[in-house]
Structures are given as structure tokens and as C-alpha cells.
T-cell receptor
Framework: AQRVTQPEKLLSVFKGAPVELKCNYSYSGSPELFWYVQYSRQRLQLLLRHISRESIKGFTADLNKGETSFHLKKPFAQEEDSAMYYCALSGPGGYQKVTFGTGTKLQVIP | KAGVTQTPRYLIKTRGQQVTLSCSPISGHRSVSWYQQTPGQGLQFLFEYFSETQRNKGNFPGRFSGRQFSNSRSEMNVSTLELGDSALYLC?????????????FGPGTRLTVL
């Protein structure tokens, strides 16, 4: 069974400090991984996906198959980064069956 | 393009009743997924439809059902409501059926079961 674990419910960091939101997954196959974000009073939206290998709003995430992790990182936190972050895994096969982690609330302290 | 829309936005029902929620995907999107979001369980996958066919189903009882119409609009039905069905129900659409596709979420329908 596929599973996504986000061990931290809340992560508080000071503005300008580095951020690392942890995500570990369990999946027997080649995973498709995503980070979704939900800002206050806004809809859940895609932040970045593993397949694109992109940096969005300064965030990056590297897939580590050995550690089965897909941690989200940003070198310098900004106040506007405060939001709820969800790690998600899609699979199996050619269709979407997305499993979300329970989410981590990032609080950036001014 | 207009985003994903869900109606109604809020619902209050009593135990034993049934409810139907509606989702209109982004124009051109053919895949629609439904999720249940609760404080305790987070986001849980209910089912996914593509071209009017249910492709995937989560671990929910048969009281939860859905369908998709030819215009890609989707409905979700919950029969014999239980208190534990109180949740935010999210609909998401995507352009294709592949698992790498980005999902676009609606605002959700807040269901309260009394």
C-alpha cells in the first residue's frame, strides 16, 4: 500500500532561516511525488512536482529513493511562506490515485 | 479559464439522510478526483473518474458513490449519512489521466451531519 508520512504537524522558523519540511513515502514502484500548498483562505494548489525538477518560490525538493524521502527545502524563509504544506504520491499505473500526507503547517516568525 | 467549482459550498444534513455534491472541472479537463478532508485523517482519496469511468477508488464504504457525465462534470453521493461523514469534500480536476498530472482543486463543500 502506498503511504506518505509528514512527521511534523507544525514547523516554526524565523524569517530568513532555512526551512526543511519532511516527507517520507512507502511505495513499491517508481513514485510520482508532489508538494501542494494551501495558503490561508485559498485553495489547495500545486507547489512543485518531482518530475519537473523545478524550483518554485525558492523551494526545491529532491527525491531520495534510498531514504524514500522527498523533503521540501528553502534556504531563506519569508513571511509569505506561512501556509499548510502537503506531500503527495500518485500511483499506481497510468491513472491517478493520489495519497496525501497529513500536512505540515509552516509558521514563519517575523 | 474558470477554476474548479463545487456546489453547494455548505450543507447541513441529519443522520440517515443522503446528499449529492457537484463538481464542475476546468474546461477541457477530463479527470475528476474526490477527496474527504477531516482534521483527524487529513486528505483521503475517495475516487477518480476519467471519461465517465471510475478508474480508481479509495477505501471508503459503498455508501460513497459517484459518477461523471459526458461534459466531465461529476457528482458524489453519500447515502445513509453518519456523524463521521462530516468533513470538507474536495474535488480536483486534471487535464489528462496520467499520474504525473497536476491537480486543480475546488473550494470544497463543507458537509455537517447532525
Amino acid at each position: 500500500a502506498q503511504r506518505v508520512t509528514q512527521p511534523e504537524k507544525l514547523l516554526s522558523v524565523f524569517k530568513g532561516a532555512p526551512v526543511e519540511l519532511k516527507c517520507n513515502y512507502s511505495y513499491s514502484g517508481s513514485p510520482e511525488l508532489f508538494w501542494y500548498v494551501q495558503y490561508s483562505r485559498q485553495r489547495l494548489q500545486l507547489l512543485l512536482r518531482h518530475i519537473s525538477r523545478e524550483s518554485i518560490k525558492g523551494f526545491t525538493a529532491d527525491l531520495n529513493k534510498g531514504e524514500t524521502s522527498f523533503h521540501l527545502k528553502k534556504p531563506f524563509a519569508q513571511e509569505e511562506d506561512s501556509a499548510m504544506y502537503y506531500c503527495a504520491l500518485s500511483g499506481p499505473g497510468g491513472y491517478q490515485k493520489v495519497t496525501f500526507g497529513t500536512g505540515t503547517k509552516l509558521q514563519v516568525i517575523p | 479559464k474558470a477554476g474548479v467549482t463545487q456546489t453547494p459550498r455548505y450543507l447541513i444534513k441529519t443522520r440517515g439522510q443522503q446528499v449529492t455534491l457537484s463538481c464542475s472541472p476546468i474546461s477541457g479537463h477530463r479527470s475528476v478526483s474526490w477527496y474527504q478532508q477531516t482534521p483527524g485523517q487529513g486528505l483521503q482519496f475517495l475516487f477518480e473518474y476519467f471519461s465517465e469511468t471510475q478508474r480508481n477508488k479509495g477505501n471508503f464504504p459503498g455508501r460513497f458513490s459517484g459518477r461523471q457525465f459526458s461534459n466531465s462534470r461529476s457528482e458524489m453521493n453519500v447515502s445513509t449519512l453518519e456523524l463521521g461523514d462530516s468533513a470538507l469534500y474536495l474535488c480536483a480536476s486534471s487535464l489528462g489521466q496520467g499520474r504525473h498530472n497536476e491537480q486543480f482543486f475546488g473550494p470544497g463543500t463543507r458537509l455537517t451531519v447532525l
